[in-house]
């Protein structure tokens, strides 16, 4: 699977967006963008996924660039809740496994 | 629907004790995964499993450490003689059967946290 690139710490204030970028410039045609957070000692929540258009839930949405070499995951209002270590992870083909990098530290202040 | 279920939450063994840690999948999940959350680290792929098989062992130490996915009731992760460098965090995560494994979400549990004295 391809390699991901992510800000080691991010801050952002209640109530405004949370932009979190990510880099995966190796990323190969049927490789997936997933994201998700772990909480404080919690287990990692599943946030989305895409393959090449943008996407969104109730969570949070996510813009990939055209040619699919880096992404962005938006809470388009964050709260203090929202503060955690967020991965990026590729993924593709048969292969299963998650890989977790060390991921970005999201900060939400008051 | 639940989510995963893992219990213990948290594990207290002496060194040379066993360690049984137990999960068990979202409704209509068939498959278990395990990781491995050392203190400050990241998250570690350790086993995959289907109902009675296990798919790949490949980031489960070699000894000690065994799993199993019986054909009725949980997961079973067990550590055999724990030391103190098994301290850490275990997840279980499930998934559903998905045609195109690409798109397959694995759904995290809350967690073991096995202290060993």
């Known amino acids: 699977d391809a390699k991901t690139t992510q800000p080691t710490s991010m801050d952002c204030a209640e109530g405004r967006a949370a932009n979190l970028p990510c880099n995966h410039s190796?990323?190969?045609?049927?490789?997936?963008v997933y994201w998700y957070r772990q909480i404080h000692s919690q287990g990692p929540q599943y946030i989305i996924h895409g393959l090449k258009n943008n996407e969104t839930n109730e969570m949070a949405s996510l813009i990939i660039t055209e040619d699919r070499k880096s992404s962005t995951l938006i809470l388009p209002h964050a709260t203090l809740r929202d503060t955690a270590v967020y991965y990026c992870i590729v993924r593709g083909g048969s292969n299963y496994k998650l890989t977790f990098g060390k991921g970005t530290l999201l900060t939400v202040n008051p | 629907n639940a989510g995963v279920m893992q219990n213990p939450r948290h594990l207290v063994r002496r060194r040379g004790q066993e360690a049984r840690l137990r999960c068990s999948p979202m409704?209509?999940?068939?498959?278990v995964y395990w990781y491995r959350q050392l203190p400050e680290e990241g998250l570690k792929f350790m086993v995959y499993?289907?109902?009675?098989?296990?798919?790949?062992e490949s980031g489960m130490p070699k000894e000690r450490f065994s799993a199993e996915f019986p054909k009725e009731g949980p997961s079973i992760l067990r550590i055999q003689q724990v030391v103190r460098g098994d301290s850490a965090a275990y997840f279980c995560a499930s998934s559903p059967v998905v045609r195109d494994r690409a798109k397959e979400t694995q759904y995290f549990g809350p967690g073991t946290r096995l202290l060993v004295l």
């Open positions: 409704k209509g999940h068939s498959h």
């Open positions: 499993l289907q109902k009675e098989n296990i798919i790949d």
């Open positions: 190796t990323i190969s045609g049927n490789e997936y």
